[in-house]
């Protein structure tokens, strides 16, 4: 394509106002005017707050540039992460453009087969690749692999390894798995090299003979000894990463982290693909840029720095650095973009939050500097008040209470939408089952959704007992179901012939003192009392045995039941992963017992869907074991939870999902749980950053400027060593506490019209919770009254412990139903009894 003449933005026939008046919208804000009208000729961010318009402002800037013949249609491109945005985008776009003809607005030259690019990132750098990768040597139809196949694939490079380095490092299979796995990607997406990080490791490994150089101290510091067993596992680690990458070229797959680095590649290998794609692109709009990853950024920068770029994005919104993204990407794009000289625009008003939801935002983000100025949200002149409720319990119970009774006033008349936003799922059921007993729909989405299904909870517990013999809290759920309904003494009676078991050898004989109390002391996993094992033995052992005389005579004969059924299972294992799977539900007789229970009308789905999340894994497995899918299921769960969800708002019902998730979505009432002290902010798992198993170290991270740095270069001693790791773990903690700032910020501004923020003193510590910061930090700010907040408790103990966390036992199968139930079954058999 040829270059085309572009006029000076000075030059401009229609303006924004203009435009929107003869298509009928309405008239621009001055700063959506600014944005739409911004020279087409410059590089320039956008720094857009939550729900402040800005796919309607990029598709009027699109409008703009095409109605003044700065740019012709096929020469938009937009990118953004989900396709779903994409496809707002594109939509907006396309029907912009059809108005702008329609009313004669501009005089284009309209190809109906013609139309703006607008895609994903990982789409765009797919496209670059495919089209470009024989120039690399790199085939162009590789498969991209999703998580299942990429998961099975690493886990088989590890399974298959003879490295004897691997015995010393203390983690599972799976563990190394996602360790090999988050190492790989994070080469990729930081373009960093392996080689660089073995010298880096050799470099730090140097310091082992370090002198202690403390007073009164003997021992090594506990700081350095955990640094250096850290650093030691990360050869082996990257031996099995670059192991991975190659299998995946042998067997022609590739990741989607591993085609933008590779289009990075071909940029800058060959020029000539970087100026074809800007003489393609005349203008480019850059959605959500705030969770760009570094490999994305040098690849959009590359192609397109010193080109006609639009970022959009908000610092603030920046929640996804555990998958690379960085909260200083929108500082840092004058420099990536533009030489440092990029004009800023905001887009700072509210067309989504009442008043009080956005007061209540501004006050928590308020302490967070983004490297970048920003107006603070301001509400649109249409906003209404809006109302925020807090609302405080004694115990976690209550709490679930009062979070079911607040939304069953407000979903009434099925209408409304409205989410529950969850920091972690911990106590999501206690929440759920609150709801479901008030009558209030309940979905909870995702991979964690359709493991919270009960029938699908009964069948992947039952897996994992029939693959893993430690799996004893699983047994617990399936022994107290429905299907067998064993009660708590019978269940207490299996953990002590646990115990029995093992202090005694094959044969049943004691072991000797010394043996069991090597034994007491072991971590091994297989060598703790397995209530697994112990429900084996229940099968041979004779009624008289006198390990089993705490046991009931039901709870005894069920527990054989159950027991010969798994053993049963266990000998078809070898089945093909799909026909074991599905042997499992029938023997467990769950397509009965959904078709039975109104009660569970999700059931069915669910059970399709698992089957389907199954097929999807061993249609990429080459060998799809039972272990590798249960392992890959809870990798996926946890993914799951942390990523944006694509899922439309459902009126009449709750949706219950992770904060993390609910980006990019809105609802009419939001409900946020759990606004305690180390719940939300939440207490960091680890301050050790970097020093952590499998972690990339930030030597090697593009963001590494923004990221605390561990200053053990040079150090003298183990003492100056372990100073050095103190204040690395001290800047780690405020790293965090600012992402959790971000992270209840996101949560707040989902509400469209109603906030509720709850807590509770005790769930299931030992030590009471109070209010969290942030609700401390509204009260003084005077959006929350501060006579809300609870300023004593009424227990000095956890009341909860030994009683409200007690299960129900047995559970009842046929629930509320079993009246009736009973009565039809009675009424059946009168009447076979009559005489015809």
């Known amino acids: 394509m040829g270059a085309r003449q572009v006029r000076d933005v000075r030059d401009v026939r229609i303006g924004a106002d203009e435009i929107a008046a003869r298509l009928g919208l309405h008239a621009p804000t001055g700063e959506q005017r600014a944005v739409i009208e911004a020279d087409p000729h410059r590089q320039c961010i956008v720094v857009a707050g939550a729900g402040s318009g800005k796919t309607e402002t990029m598709a009027n800037r699109v409008?703009?540039?095409?109605?003044?013949?700065?740019?012709?249609?096929?020469?938009?491109?937009g990118l953004t992460f989900t396709r779903k945005a994409a496809g707002e985008l594109a939509d907006r776009v396309r029907e912009r453009v059809?108005?702008?003809?329609a009313e004669g607005i501009a005089d284009l030259d309209l190809d109906p087969l013609e139309s703006a690019t607008v895609g994903t990132y990982n789409a765009f750098a797919g496209a670059i690749y495919r089209e470009h990768a024989l120039r690399i040597g790199r085939e162009p139809d590789a498969a991209v692999l999703g998580e299942a196949s990429a998961w099975q694939l690493a886990r088989g490079v590890v399974a298959a390894s003879a490295d004897p380095r691997l015995v010393?490092?203390?983690a599972s299979l799976d563990r190394v798995t996602g360790a090999v796995l988050g190492l790989s990607r994070a080469l990729a997406e930081n373009v960093a090299d392996s080689r660089d990080v073995r010298a880096f490791a050799r470099d730090f490994l140097a310091m082992e003979g370090l002198p202690i150089e403390a007073p009164r101290k003997r021992t090594p510091f506990q700081s350095f000894t955990d640094a250096l067993g850290v650093v030691g596992a990360l050869p082996p680690l990257l031996d099995l990463a670059d192991a991975y990458a190659r299998a995946k070229r042998e067997r022609g797959y590739i990741e989607f982290s591993d085609q933008v680095a590779l289009a990075l590649e071909i940029c800058m290998r060959h020029p000539e693909v970087a100026?074809?794609?800007?003489?393609?692109?005349?203008?480019v709009l850059l959605d959500e840029y705030q969770d760009t990853s570094v490999v994305q950024t040098r690849l959009l920068a590359t192609l397109f720095g010193g080109h006609s770029v639009m970022a959009v994005g908000d610092p603030d919104q920046s929640i996804y650095g555990w998958r690379g993204a960085s909260a200083a990407n929108l500082a840092r794009f004058a420099d990536d973009f533009a030489a440092g000289d990029a004009d800023t625009y905001d887009l700072s008003t509210s067309w989504r939050n009442p008043v009080i939801v956005l007061d209540a935002a501004n006050v928590l983000i308020g302490p967070l500097d983004a490297g970048i100025a920003k107006a603070p949200l301001s509400p649109s002149p249409f906003a209404g008040g809006g109302r925020l409720d807090v609302a405080w319990g004694e115990t976690i119970d209550d709490e679930a209470a009062l979070v079911a009774d607040w939304f069953a006033t407000r979903m009434r008349g099925g209408e409304r939408s409205g989410a529950l936003l969850c920091r972690t799922f911990a106590h999501v059921d206690l929440f759920t089952q609150a709801l479901r007993d008030r009558g209030v729909p309940v979905h909870v989405l995702g991979v964690a959704g359709l493991l919270d299904q009960p029938v699908i909870a009964d069948l992947v517990c039952t897996l994992r007992v029939l693959h893993d013999p430690s799996a004893g809290s699983e047994l617990l759920r399936v022994l107290g179901g429905a299907r067998w309904r064993i009660g708590p003494a019978d269940l207490a009676a299996l953990g002590g012939l646990a115990r029995w078991l093992a202090d005694r050898d094959l044969s049943s004989q004691r072991l000797?003192?010394?043996v069991r109390r090597g034994l007491r002391g072991s971590i091994a996993p297989d060598e703790s009392p397995s209530i697994v094992d112990a429900l084996d033995f229940l099968l041979s052992a004779p009624d008289s045995h006198s390990a089993l005389r705490g046991f009931s005579e039901i709870g005894l004969a069920r527990m054989r039941r159950a027991g010969a059924q798994l053993q049963a299972l266990r000998r078809r294992a070898g089945l093909p992963l799909v026909d074991f799977v599905s042997l499992v539900q029938q023997e467990l007789l769950l397509d009965i017992e959904v078709a039975a229970n109104p009660g569970q009308p999700l059931g069915g789905p669910s059970l399709e869907t698992f089957d389907g999340l199954l097929a999807g894994f061993v249609d990429m497995a080459e060998h799809p074991t039972l272990g590798a899918f249960l392992g890959w299921l809870t990798e996926a769960e946890q993914r799951d939870r942390l990523s944006p969800r694509l899922d439309d708002p459902e009126p009449g019902a709750v949706q219950v999902l992770s904060i993390h998730g609910s980006k990019g979505l809105e609802w009419d009432v939001v409900a946020m749980p759990r606004m305690v002290e180390d719940e939300l902010p939440s207490k960091p798992r680890s301050n050790r950053g970097w020093l952590a198993f499998g972690e990339l170290p930030n030597d090697f991270r593009g963001d590494r400027d923004e990221l605390p740095e561990l200053m053990w270069r040079g150090v003298q001693s183990q003492a100056e060593f372990d100073d050095a790791a103190t204040a690395f773990a001290s800047e780690n903690r405020e790293r965090h506490a600012q992402?959790?700032?971000?992270?209840?910020?996101?949560g707040l501004t989902r509400a469209r019209s109603e906030l509720l923020l709850t807590g509770s003193w005790w769930a299931t510590q030992t030590a009471p919770r109070g209010p969290s910061p942030f609700l401390r930090e509204l009260a003084?700010?005077?959006?929350?009254?501060?006579?809300?907040?609870?300023t004593a408790r009424e227990y000095d103990e956890n009341p909860r412990t030994g009683v409200a966390d007690r299960p129900r036992w047995p559970l009842e199968p046929l629930g509320s139903r079993r009246t009736a139930v009973e009565r039809a079954a009675s009424a059946v058999r009168d009447a076979a009894l009559r005489p015809s």
């Not at 409008?63 to 491109?77: D, K």
């Not at 100026?275 to 203008?283: P, V």
């Not at 003084?780 to 609870?790: F, K, N, Q, T």
């Open 512 to 514: 000797a003192d010394e």
């Open 739 to 746: 992402e959790e700032r971000r992270l209840a910020y996101v």
């Open 780 to 790: 003084v700010a005077g959006i929350v009254d501060p006579a809300v907040l609870p």
């Open 63 to 77: 409008v703009w540039l095409l109605a003044n013949g700065h740019v012709a249609v096929p020469e938009v491109l």
């Open 275 to 283: 100026a074809e794609h800007r003489d393609r692109s005349r203008t």
């Open 98 to 101: 059809a108005q702008l003809v």
């Open 168 to 170: 010393e490092i203390d």
